[in-house]
């Protein structure tokens, strides 16, 4: 199997597969194929973990299988503006998602709704956590920031920009008071540390995308 995101902005993805090769997808993606290959929708939306995902964070309850019965190519993109980018993933990782980032996954890759909180789930909404081994993809908006911390000081981070991070890391919401949040207009911030990686995009999702928690919700007229 060969990958490529292609071409920022706008960008899309290229997969081709060998024979019995699989890549899962959101619906509506294809744009291309070449190959003969067979198609099935799963549904996933068996338990209240995958509801409370899709209301409250935007989770796809059903996703569309490629399987390669011969060599494939297929090119596929974001029914949005959203660009796309891609987090291989090893079987001692484990990252947390905003659920309605997800666009593709390849390999043995499995999604669960990640238990938070009260406070956390309240301020920033659900999370999926990723575990196993293959490539995940991803879709944010603007530019997509990756970094590696490795540190004790708290770095600060703004809720609407935060998309992925490794669960190694200690993410805690900044407090402070009603007056700040709504003056300052930069709505939640997350105080993190630790050693890890974090995924960041330089622009706010649509209305249309979903993602962020209820007291964002309620507060965004401020902004």
Known sequence: MKTAVLAYPNSYLTINLQKGEQVITERG???????????????EAKSVNHWLAKIFGGKSLTYNAYTAVTDVELILAPATNAELFEIELKDTDTLLIEPNAHFARCGSINLQLAKQDLKTTLNDGV??????TGTLFLTGYGRIIEKQLDTNT?????EEALIAYDDSLSVKTVSKGIKEFVTSGEGFLFEISGQGRIWLQTREKTTSSGGGGFIDSIFSIFR
Do not use: N, Q, W
């Not at 999370?127 to 196993?132: I, N, S």
């Not at 708290?154 to 703004?158: A, E, L, Q, T, W």
């Open 154 to 158: 708290p770095i600060i981070v703004d």
């Open 29 to 43: 993606g294809l744009l291309y194929a070449e190959g003969s290959y067979t198609l099935e929708t799963k549904i």
């Open 127 to 132: 999370k999926l956590r990723a575990t196993g």
